[in-house]
């Protein structure tokens, strides 16, 4: 279910005020609040160089009042959300002043001390604001979400107020019909099931099949469970249901799992600038210059993650945030074909998925760490930004050429994620900064960096796989 709701209405706060309803869905609340909390804290000042002295004069030494507002969203629905988005707009006067000169800072971050101190700035006009969360089963029942902004303004001006508020979100896939019970969180991680398989996805014994198949009934790896035990048990052509890739030449070496025939041999012989693929729908690989370590030749298209889903129990199509919307991975927000890089797959799901090209090919995939993608990136120019191009979104991969290593779309396309932790702390990761939509610096740079949650998803992020070579 999705719901976009915008309000146009105006409400004005008086100070001290309760928060106010400002809109309800289906119990998904906005709220907002504006308190006067330091009146006279600080002073106009209006210069004599400045070029409107005449119109501002007046002002000069006159009172100035700092404004608190808290915009939140609360989640009465009883039930799991996922993706959220709720925006709003602060409405006020522009001061006519120079300058001003601001509350003392020790009482002004006492009489804020809820809020953290790198959010402790005061703006002297209206801005806009959301609170925005990405992932499935985000935010949960009874949670409520704030964010504060502060503004200074001339005593004798209107009170700041909102405006213009709206909310997106979708209710979780494993809520309960019922708007009165919450859903159950997971009964496993995502972290366990790969764990779980890449332990026994080489393994010739049933039972470990059997006993993933019984801890993860819904796991991400069912089919190929049930696909490896039909292997097992018999013939191929015994297999129950779930596709795998078509692999030319395969063979299946005991404790090896299954890799093209003389993949190792095939990997000594390979130099720098070879271009090869393990299956034929796995991602283009290109041996980088120390020779001994392959890298995606670009980004992995939608086509190739469609075939991961076709084999798994992965769903295809999800939600997930752009800028200012939900959309979809098969609907981003843009046109694309197979051979654009597939959005929306948070570093989560980009395991899964090299955990499952890992077992279909008998090799080692991962992401790339970020010191490799820097020194793969090197020399990669310009690619598909939309300032550039003058429309929204990705562009199929390779359109714009490769750098000296043989890689595309190393500066554009997607902002790509990397198996580092965010300074130890593995609940966020690294990616590259320059996607399609990036807009911050007329020209961004390889070492340019951002990090998010590994369950994030956006129409800005996607993956691009590594192999050891043999």
């Avoid at 404004?67 to 959300?81: A, H, Q």
Wanted: charged letters at 20%; one cysteine or more; hydrophobic letters at 40%.
């Amino acid at each position: 279910m999705r719901w976009v709701i915008l309000s146009l209405v105006i409400v004005l706060f008086s100070a001290g005020a309760a928060a106010q309803l400002l809109l309800e869905v289906d119990g998904v609340e906005l709220h907002g609040t504006a308190r006067r909390i330091m009146p006279g804290a600080g002073v106009c000042n209006v210069s004599e160089t400045d070029t409107s002295y005449e119109q501002k004069e007046a002002n000069h030494g006159a009172p100035m009042d700092v404004w608190r507002l808290d915009f939140s969203v609360r989640n009465g629905s009883g039930r799991w959300l996922d993706h959220l988005i709720a925006r709003y707009e602060i409405e006020s006067e522009w001061p006519d002043c120079t300058n001003w000169s601001g509350p003392d800072d020790a009482q002004f971050r006492a009489l804020n001390s809820d809020v953290p101190l790198h959010e402790l700035t005061v703006q002297w006009s209206g801005t806009n604001g959301f609170i925005q969360e990405s992932g499935r089963n985000v935010v949960g029942p009874g949670q409520t979400l704030t964010t504060t902004a502060f503004l200074i303004v001339l005593n004798s001006d209107p009170e700041p107020r909102f405006s213009n508020w709206s909310v997106d979100f979708n209710f979780g896939a494993d809520a309960p019909p019922g708007a009165g019970s919450p859903a159950a969180p997971p009964a496993y991680s995502a972290e366990q099931d790969n764990l779980f398989w890449q332990s026994i996805m080489s393994s010739t014994d049933p039972a470990d099949f059997e006993a993933y198949l019984a801890q993860f009934p819904s796991g991400v790896f069912r089919r190929l469970a049930e696909d490896r035990l039909a292997e097992l048990a018999g013939p191929a052509d015994s297999v129950p249901g779930g596709a795998r890739l078509p692999r030319a030449n395969t063979v299946t070496s005991p404790g090896s799992g299954s890799r093209p025939a003389g993949g190792a041999r095939a990997d000594a012989t390979r130099r720098p600038g070879d271009v090869f693929r393990d299956c034929d729908e796995c991602p283009e690989m290109v041996v980088l210059p120390s020779g001994d370590l392959a890298m995606g030749r670009y980004e992995v298209t939608v086509g190739e993650y469609m075939a991961f889903t076709a084999a798994t129990a992965v769903s295809a199509d999800v939600s997930c945030l752009s800028f200012d919307a939900i959309v979809y991975r098969l609907d981003p927000g843009f046109p694309q074909t197979d051979r654009h890089p597939v959005t929306c797959v948070s570093w989560d799901e980009a395991q899964e998925y090299l955990s499952w090209l890992s077992a279909q090919t008998g090799f080692n995939y991962r992401l790339p760490t970020d010191v490799e993608w820097e020194r793969a990136a090197e020399g990669a120019e310009l690619g598909c930004f939309a300032v550039l191009k003058d429309s929204d979104g990705t562009c199929p991969v390779g359109e714009y050429g490769a750098n000296a290593a043989g890689l595309s779309d190393m500066l554009g396309n997607v902002s790509e994620w990397m198996d580092d932790c965010l300074e130890g702390d593995c609940s966020q990761r690294l990616l590259s900064s320059a996607d399609w939509d990036f807009q911050g610096l007329s020209n961004p740079t390889l070492d340019m960096r951002w990090s998010s949650a590994t369950d994030t998803q956006t129409n800005e992020i996607g993956f691009r796989v590594v192999r050891e070579l043999d």
